[in-house]
DNA sequence: ACCACTATTATTAGAGG
DNA sequence: GCCTCTAATAATAGTGG
């Protein structure tokens, strides 16, 4: 019961070299991170997202009033942004297209195909995807949308563990913040 | 020159009702979570993504090594396993649907822009770039099919490094913050 | 892995410029 | 609006269970 403590060492923002301590350095500053985020949210009714990755590749996320919302509007708005950005006073349309990156071209797709399916669910209340294929109607765009989804199944089947229960598991009423256990942030 | 500060008060978690108080609170704490974050980042080799909105609508953002790579990452792994959630017992889909080929994925992609665009006519209105991209439909679609090929390539190329370490990347700059002037949060 | 403790540092509310 | 200052509170590094 010996209760002697030398207290908190002044912190050297170098990247920490010991494993353990990484750990639960992650752990604690991350739980932090997310409390004063909860606080920003309820003292000044702001909404904010984060996503934060462990080294291993872990992701853990905190929302309020939920992640996808916050991400879906920022997204929607930056990609809006750039865009009608880009075309202002550039009557040439077709250079703005061709020199645009793919990086943001892949968001834009990203994008769409989210809001797309945000759009489709909205409406019909349903994801076309747990349906067989062979009932789809829709076929020309079903089949791209089921295509992204092998895509992005086949990255399920290679990624192994590190999928189901890191991210959309439960959410807390009070300030959303949805979190996995912290297996490790080898 | 009187230098009588009363201190700190104990904070009371709930929502601040002055309006200058507010502004000045947000951009206070809106500060020390992105240096929260960027000190995770620097610490534990976290990659970190926080979008904030500021009560009046306004988007500040925090991004290692940036707000875009991250937020992709996440939403890729989020999407696939709401798919792979979804598709408990279903039985994987056949795999030809990755051979799909570039001219249905044109066709496909027009119908999910335009879809996309009467959607979000039916459901928001007007967008900034309707207009354009009724007029470039050609090289809008032309870009659009390359950029699908590279986010196959992408996402495949993602998969297997991430199961390998995802800490080769070097981790430079101090913040990389990236946000926008505070105009207030009314 | 998580929890408790505590000395010490870090953050910040409130005020003034 | 932003910066400084300071007292007071909040977060946390290190330790033990």
Known sequence: ???KTQGRKKIDMEKIKRRDYLQVTFSKRRNGLFKKASELCTMCGAKT?????????????FGHPCVESTLDKFLATASLIEIGESSLGVPSFPDY?????????????????????AEKKYREGQFLWNKPIENLKFHELEQLRVSMEELKIKMVNRTE??????????????????RTEDKGVQ
Chains 1, 2 share one sequence.
């Open 97 to 117: 297209h061709w020199n645009i990156g793919i990086n943001k071209l892949n968001r834009h797709i990203n994008e769409l195909v989210n809001q797309l399916e």
């Open 161 to 178: 563990g590190l999928k189901r229960a890191s991210m959309l598991s439960s959410y807390i009423d009070i300030n959303q913040v949805r």
């Open 49 to 61: 997202a984060i996503v934060v990755y462990s080294p291993a590749g872990k992701a853990f996320s």
């Open 1 to 3: 019961m010996e209760k």
